[in-house]
C-alpha cells in the first residue's frame, strides 16, 4: 500500500465547505447516497446505516467528526465507502472532488491553530493553489471518540464481516 | 239757414195771404170766363147741331132695343104664339097693351096674326086693313125679321117700330107683336129735355112730301119746303169760318141735315125726305159785349180782393211780427232769455205768446244747464284727452318694448338654432368618435390575439428548454455518474498497484471526459435557465401586455359605452333644443301677434286721444254757442242734470283706474 514513494493520491471531496481528502488506498469505493436508515441512541456523528450489495455499512458525518458543521443530504451528496484494515464505513460527503495526485512530501501537518479535535483525526494539509486540502487519518477518524465506544460494543461483530471480505 | 231766412224774407206771411186771395179770385175769374166762353162758343158754332144730330140718332137706337126687347118679352111671357093659334089673339094681345101700358104706353101696339091682318082688340092701335093687306112691314115681320128702331109711315104718321114675332109650340111664324112710337115726339121731347140752352134751341124738322113735320111753330108749313132746297142757303160767318145758313121768317137759321132718311112707307122701304135740326142764329153782337162786360167786372172783382187781402195780412201779421222780433235775437243765439213776450188778447196768438214764454222759460233752463254741462264736459273732456294721452304714451312704449322684445325673441330663436345646430354636429362628431373608438377596440382584440399567440408560442418554447433541460440533466447525471466511475475506476487502479497504472490513466481519462461533459451540461444548464428566465420575464411580459391590452379594451370599451351615452345625452339635447327651436318660432310667433296687438291698441290710443281732443273741442263749442245767451242766475234750475255729472265722476274714476 505503501509502495509509492514519489507521489500519493487522494480522493478528494468537501463538506461544510471545506476541502477534504482520503488517501486511495483506503478508499475501496464511491456509491451514490441511497436511503440511511436512521439509528437510535447513537451518536450524532453517525447518520445511520446504508445496505451496499447485500452489506451494512455505518454512515459517518465527517463534518461532525472534525467539528466543522454538518454535512448535507442532496443530490450532490455522496457516500466514501473507506476500508482500514478490514473496517469498513460509509463517509457522507456534501460532492466529490477530483482525484488528486500529490507529491508525498507536500503532506504537511496541520497547523496548530486548528482545534485539536479537528487536527487530531488529519494525517496533514496539502496546500493546493485553489485552497489547503485536508487529508484525513481514516485509521483515526474511525477510532474517534464519539463512535469509539459504539465500536468497542461492536466488537463481536467483526469476525462474522471479516470472512466475508 | 240764411238762404230760407231770405226766402221767408220774399214771401212774408202777408205776401202769401194776398197771393192766395188772388190766386182764389183768379181761379174763380177763369172759372167765369170759361163759362162766358162756352155760351159764345154753343152760339156761334153750327157745327154743335151735327153733334146734336148724332147723340139724338145714338139715343133713338137705344130706344128701339130696348122696344124690341119688351116686344119680344111680352110675346114669350104671354104666349102670343099659342093665344092667336087658339083664336085668342084678342084677349092675349090686349093683356100684353095693359101690361105694357104701366111702364111706357107705346104710341103704336099691332098684333098681328097669320095672314097680316091686325087683331081687333081695345088698346091696340086701328089701323085700317087696307093699309096692311099690302104692306111691306107686315112681310117683313112675318118673315121673322126682328125690327128694332126701323121707321115707319102709317095712317100719315111716321113712327119708329120695333117688332117681335109670335111662334106656335111647333116653331112656326103665327102672328107679330109691332110697337111704335112717334118720331116728331121723340125729337121734340130730345131738345126740350137736353140740359144745355143751347140745345133746347134746337127744332128737328123732316122735309118730306107726305110725312113732313116741324115743332116749328110756323103759319105755313108748307112754306118750309122752299126755303130748304139748296138753292135758297146763304153763307154766313160763324166764329172763323163761313157756313150754310137758311133764312126763313126774316131770321137766319144754322141747321144740321140728314140725307136718304129711309121708312116703311106702304109696299116699300123708301126715302122719304130729308131731316134738318135747325136753331135761330143768335145775334153775334150782343155775346161779345156780354164777354167783354164780364171781363171789366173781373177786373173790378180783383183790385177789390186785393185791398181786402192786404188789409187782413196786416192785421193778422202785426203781432205776428211783433213776436217774430222778440225771437229773432234768440235765433241769432244771443238774446236775452230773461226777457217775456206781451200776451194781449186770449186768442190764437194770445195763446202763442203765452207758450213762447213757456218755450223762452225753457231754453232759458236748458241753456243754463247747457252752459254748466259743457264747462263739466269741457274740464272732463280736457281730463280724458290728458289720459289718453298718457294711454297712448303707454301704449308706444309697450309698441316699442315689444318691439324689441320681438327682436330678441327671434334672435334668441337664431340662437337656438344655431345651438341646435351645433347639437347635431356634436352628435355628428360623437358617432364619429364612438367609430373611431370602435375600431380601436377591435385592433386592441387583434393586438390581443397576436399577443396571445405569441405567449403560446413562448410557452412551448419553455416548455422546449424544459425538456432539453430534462435531457442535459440525465446527460449531467450520466457524466456524473461517469466521474464517480471513473473514480472508482482509478481507486481499483490504485489497489491494483503497479497493474493498475494503465487503467489508472484510462480512468483518469475517462474522469476528465465526464469532467468535461458535466461541465458542458452544467453550461447548457445554465444557458437553458437563463433562457427559461428570459421566457418566463417574455410570457409575464406578455400576460402584463395581455392584461394591459384586456384592461384597455375594458377602459376602451367603458370609454365606448360613456360615449354612447354621451352621444344620447347630445342626441337628446339635440332634440331638445329642436324643440325649444320651435318653441322659440312659436314664441317669435306669438310675438309677432303680440305685437300686432300692441299695434292695434296704439292705433286705438290714438283715436282715442283724437276723439278726446275732438270731444274737447265740441265741449267748447258747446260753451262758445250758449255763452252768447243772457241768463238770470237767480233763475237757474237747481237740479243740476243729474247725468251729466255721474258720467264725468265716471270717466274721472275710470281715467285713475287707467293711471
Redesign the interface.
Known amino acids: 500500500m505503501s ?1 509509492e514513494v514519489e507521489t500519493r ?1 487522494l ?1 478528494s471531496f468537501e463538506v461544510a465547505a471545506r476541502a477534504l481528502a482520503a488517501p ?2 483506503l ?6 447516497p441511497r436511503p440511511i436508515t436512521p439509528l437510535f441512541g447513537v451518536p450524532a456523528a453517525i447518520v445511520g446505516l446504508v445496505s451496499l450489495r447485500g452489506e451494512l455499512l455505518a454512515v459517518l458525518d465527517v463534518g461532525r467528526l472534525l467539528g466543522i458543521g454538518v454535512a448535507r443530504r442532496d443530490e450532490g451528496s ?1 457516500l466514501v465507502v473507506v476500508d482500514v484494515e478490514g473496517r469498513q464505513a460509509a463517509l457522507l460527503v456534501d460532492r ?1 472532488g ?2 488528486r495526485t500529490i507529491a508525498r512530501d507536500a503532506l504537511r501537518p496541520p497547523p496548530d491553530t486548528l482545534p485539536a479535535t479537528e487536527s487530531a483525526l488529519l494525517l496533514g494539509v496539502v496546500s493546493l493553489p485553489e485552497r489547503p486540502l485536508a487529508v484525513l487519518d481514516l485509521r483515526r477518524v474511525l477510532d474517534a471518540p464519539p463512535i469509539r465506544p459504539f465500536r468497542e460494543r461492536r466488537d463481536p461483530l467483526e469476525p462474522k464481516e471479516s470472512p466475508t471480505r | 239757414m240764411s238762404k230760407e231766412r231770405t226766402r221767408r224774407a220774399r214771401f212774408g206771411l202777408r205776401a202769401q195771404i194776398m197771393v192766395t186771395i188772388l190766386l182764389v179770385g183768379a181761379v174763380e175769374a177763369g172759372i167765369g170766363i170759361w163759362r162766358v166762353y162756352q155760351t159764345h162758343r154753343d152760339a156761334s158754332r153750327s157745327s154743335f147741331l151735327n153733334t146734336h144730330r148724332q147723340r139724338f140718332e145714338s139715343q133713338r137706337e137705344q130706344l128701339g132695343e130696348s122696344m124690341a126687347a119688351n116686344a119680344a118679352l111680352a110675346v114669350g111671357g104671354f104666349d102670343l104664339g099659342g093665344a092667336i093659334t087658339r083664336g085668342e089673339g084678342a084677349a092675349v094681345a090686349e093683356r100684353i097693351v095693359a101690361a105694357l101700358s104701366d111702364t111706357s104706353p107705346p104710341d103704336l101696339a099691332l098684333v098681328l096674326d097669320r095672314e097680316g091682318r091686325a087683331v081687333q082688340a081695345p088698346g091696340l092701335t086701328p089701323v085700317p086693313a087696307s093699309e096692311l093687306a099690302r104692306a111691306r112691314l107686315v112681310r117683313d115681320v112675318l118673315s121673322g125679321l126682328v125690327l128694332t128702331d126701323s121707321l115707319a109711315l102709317l095712317d100719315g104718321r111716321l113712327y119708329q117700330v120695333s117688332s117681335a114675332p109670335a111662334r106656335d109650340s111647333s116653331g112656326e111664324i103665327v102672328g107679330a107683336l109691332v110697337l111704335g112710337r112717334r118720331f116728331d115726339a121723340l125729337a121734340a121731347r130730345f131738345s126740350r129735355d137736353s140740359h144745355r140752352e143751347a140745345a133746347r134751341r134746337v127744332q128737328p124738322t123732316l122735309i118730306a112730301g107726305d110725312a113732313s113735320f116741324t115743332t116749328m111753330t110756323l103759319e105755313d108749313p108748307s112754306t118750309l119746303y122752299d126755303v130748304t132746297s139748296p138753292d135758297r142757303w146763304i153763307q154766313v160767318e160763324d166764329g172763323p169760318e163761313i157756313v150754310d145758313a137758311i133764312d126763313f121768317g126774316g131770321k137766319v137759321w144754322h141747321f144740321a141735315r140728314q140725307e136718304d132718311f129711309l121708312a116703311y112707307s106702304g109696299a116699300e122701304l123708301r126715302d122719304v125726305g130729308d131731316l134738318f135740326y135747325v136753331r135761330e142764329a143768335r145775334e153775334e153782337r150782343g155775346a161779345k159785349e156780354k164777354f167783354h162786360d164780364s171781363l171789366w167786372t173781373l177786373g173790378a172783382v180783383g183790385v177789390l180782393t186785393l185791398a181786402v187781402g192786404w188789409f187782413l195780412a196786416w192785421l193778422i201779421t202785426r203781432r205776428i211780427n211783433r213776436y217774430v222780433r222778440a225771437t229773432e235775437d234768440l235765433a241769432r243765439g244771443e238774446g236775452d232769455l230773461t226777457k217775456r213776450l206781451e200776451v194781449g188778447r186770449a186768442d190764437e196768438l194770445g195763446r202763442l205768446a203765452t207758450n213762447l214764454n213757456a218755450v223762452f222759460g225753457h231754453i232759458h233752463d236748458l241753456a243754463a244747464k247747457v252752459q254748466r254741462a259743457a264747462f263739466q264736459v269741457g274740464a272732463s273732456s280736457a281730463e280724458i284727452g290728458a289720459a289718453s294721452r298718457q294711454m297712448l304714451d303707454g301704449a308706444q312704449e309697450q309698441a316699442r318694448r315689444t318691439e324689441s322684445s320681438t327682436a330678441a325673441v327671434t334672435e334668441l330663436s337664431a340662437s337656438i338654432q344655431q345651438v341646435a345646430e351645433n347639437a347635431t354636429e356634436a352628435t355628428r362628431v360623437a358617432r364619429k368618435s364612438g367609430a373611431s373608438v370602435q375600431d380601436a377596440i377591435s385592433r386592441m382584440q387583434g393586438i390581443r390575439t397576436t399577443v396571445d399567440e405569441a405567449a403560446a408560442r413562448i410557452h412551448e418554447l419553455g416548455e422546449s428548454g424544459k425538456r432539453i433541460g430534462n435531457i442535459v440533466e440525465v446527460i449531467r447525471q450520466i457524466s456524473d455518474q461517469t466521474t464517480l466511475l471513473a473514480l472508482n475506476a482509478a481507486i481499483e487502479a490504485a489497489h491494483a498497484g503497479e497493474h493498475g497504472k494503465g487503467f489508472a490513466v484510462v480512468a483518469d481519462e475517462v474522469s476528465g471526459l465526464a469532467k468535461r461533459v458535466g461541465q458542458s451540461a452544467r453550461d447548457i444548464e445554465e444557458l437553458i435557465a437563463t433562457i427559461r428566465e428570459q421566457t418566463v420575464d417574455a410570457v409575464r411580459a406578455m400576460e402584463a401586455g395581455t392584461r394591459e391590452v384586456e384592461e384597455g379594451t375594458k377602459l376602451v370599451t367603458f370609454t365606448l359605452a360613456d360615449l354612447q351615452s354621451l352621444m344620447q345625452v347630445v342626441e337628446d339635447t339635440a332634440q331638445a333644443v329642436q324643440e325649444q327651436a320651435v318653441a322659440s318660432d312659436e314664441i317669435a310667433r306669438n310675438m309677432d301677434t303680440v305685437q300686432r296687438i300692441a299695434s292695434d291698441v296704439l292705433s286705438s290710443s290714438e283715436e282715442a286721444v283724437e276723439q278726446g281732443d275732438h270731444l274737447h273741442r265740441l265741449a267748447h263749442g258747446l260753451e262758445e254757442s250758449v255763452k252768447g245767451f243772457k241768463i238770470d242766475p237767480s233763475r237757474v234750475p237747481d237740479d243740476p242734470a243729474p247725468a251729466l255729472p255721474t258720467s264725468t265722476k265716471a270717466l274721472a274714476s275710470g281715467d285713475k283706474t287707467r293711471r
Open positions: 509502495g493520491k480522493v486511495i488506498e478508499v475501496r469505493e464511491t456509491v451514490d455522496r466529490l477530483p482525484l
